[in-house]
């Protein structure tokens, strides 16, 4: 049984409950990371459905806490092989939220005495935090899931493009991406994107697979030289 570190917190609960499964529930106590990631993604995108269905109430409590159920239950398989537990996990994330903020925090974690007034400030110090802590790192795209759905990844490919300073649209020279005239709004351009994958689907085509492929012709082109 996890060490509360305030007693009968609503988590301290929790952390104890699936504690006490592990070892009675057959079914609980047969979990693995592995077979755990099937759920944790399922979850996850239920999350995103309350989201944008506007269920922004109890609908999105449940679907985080079943996300959350999913940290816990991670946290308790690494415990039980003794490597980590929920508390080191939770402080591990405090600690990295205060090292990456240094535009609200100090090092040791009190507010500043001022604090920055535009996004573009945060995002420099922000990429400025991440550098300092992975110097090693020179690759743009490197961290980026190799797993992600391909448009999210081409979407985030080219913000990490954009920050480092690469050329992503038109004006960036050879290598930069050919921009088509894009929709004025999100349904126009949802519609567009659905048009392009019905004539690939017309024309046998897989588009995400082919999209999957220019994404990684696209970070290829853009990496920094090791």
Aim: with cysteine; net charge negative; hydrophobic share 45%.
């Amino acid at each position: 049984m996890p060490t509360p570190t305030s007693a009968n917190s609503p988590l301290d609960q929790l952390l104890g409950t699936i504690a006490e499964l592990r070892e009675h529930c057959p079914w609980m106590g047969a979990l693995t990371h592995e077979s755990l990631v099937e759920y944790l993604i399922e979850e996850a995108y239920e999350v995103v459905d309350s989201i944008e269905a506007g269920d922004v109430d109890d609908e999105l409590r449940g679907e985080l806490g079943d996300v959350l159920l999913q940290v816990v239950l991670h946290a308790r398989l690494a415990e039980e092989r003794g490597s980590f537990d929920f508390d080191a996990v939770a402080k591990g994330i405090n600690e990295k939220m205060i090292r990456r903020n240094q535009h609200v925090f100090t090092p040791d974690g009190s507010l500043r005495e001022s604090f920055p007034a535009s996004v573009e400030e945060i995002i420099v110090t922000w990429d400025a935090a991440k550098k300092a802590e992975m110097p090693e790192r020179k690759d743009p795209f490197q961290g980026i899931p190799p797993h992600l759905p391909a448009l999210a990844a081409a979407q985030k490919s080219m913000d990490r493009a954009a920050r480092a300073g690469l050329p992503v649209g038109a004006a960036g020279g050879q290598s930069a991406v050919v921009l088509p005239v894009i929709p004025a709004t999100e349904e126009a351009l949802g519609e567009l994107l659905l048009a392009v994958v019905a004539g690939a689907r017309e024309q046998g085509l897989d588009a995400e697979r082919a999209l999957r492929a220019a994404v990684r012709s696209f970070q290829k082109d853009h990496a920094s030289p090791s």
